[in-house]
């Protein structure tokens, strides 16, 4: 039987914000010319692929490492730049760790009491209680780290976080280390709890759909830079590049050649506004924008063969060969059984999953 949460005390949430923020270790530029604002009581997401920035930037927003250029405000008040950092206890920062930093040697309310230092001993237990009590482990009170489910650490660290009550809340990675069936329970169980609080939040993932998940807004970065930030729906359906595409879905990418207005592939013909006429660009089909049908002569658009076709429960995904490409084209779809290897089809496309971007040498980072 579940394990009933309390909903969680209301904490007065605080502004956070990067202006400008630089870090460089000698010659490696972590983060370069960084522009954030997040309002009071947002969650916030950093994505992005290891190394590219986003656990320094937290870092540097929690008071662990100061900034080479630029500053960092809480409700507009400088509390980090080059010359002046404001300790970390002196932030109403809470921090959540990929390990969770659980104290081995204390029981989970001992390691929740730890950041309640300010308090009585007895205020200190009852706020704890509290905290454990709103992430539903009241009964796990005694038990040491070793004793509970990597789930219930992870709850653990958040209840210490949010019993001090911060304005602002860490979270580096706090859901990697559970298996994907836990992961999903405990993300809902704790935005819950973030919602509740009204704490503000910036989470670090380099799992998209982790961070469409709970985020009300995503910064994307790469190579120490945010590339694009807004609302996940923004970022899923209107990628401003190649790379933001390919972040929040596997693609197939066909080249193309701009005329008319249209990328002409040997697919098919695509819109693509604001590319002049000649540019060489790529043509991004999300495999649940390709539309696979029994071929017959009635049926418009290209024709090719399945070749290989896996089941993945709600969905089938098939590869199939296209006289005219290289490369297999990749469906998803729920579709009969009659679709088997071998079979003849019609291909179509989706234009709502069919993005077009200018051919350029993408980065590295």
Known sequence: MPVRRRRAAA????????????????PVTALDSVDLQI????VVSLLGQSGCGKTTLLRIAAGVE??????VTIDGREVASPADMLPPEKRSVGLVFQDYALFPHLTVLHNVMFGLAALSRSERAAEAAAALTRVGLSHLARAFPHEISGGEQQR?????????RPGILLMDEPFSGLDSRLRESVRSETLAVLREAGATALIVTHDPEEAMAVSDRIALMRAGRIVQE???EDLYRSPETLFAARFFSALNEIEATVSAG????????????????GTKAVVAI????VRLRPANGASAGARGRIVSRRFLGEVQQFDVALQELDAYITARARVEETLAVGAEVTVGFDARDALVFPLEAEPVG
């Open 39 to 42: 309002g009071a009581g947002e």
């Open 230 to 232: 807004g609302r996940p």
């Open 262 to 277: 249209e990328a002409v592939t040997p697919a098919g013909r695509f819109p693509a506004p604001g590319l002049a006429e």
């Open 66 to 71: 100061a900034p080479s250029a630029g500053r």
């Open 286 to 289: 999300r495999p649940q924008g």
């Open 11 to 26: 904490t007065i949430a605080s502004s956070l914000g990067f202006e400008g923020v630089e870090r460089h270790y000698g």
């Open 156 to 164: 653990v660290a958040l209840a210490r976080a949010v019993a001090p």
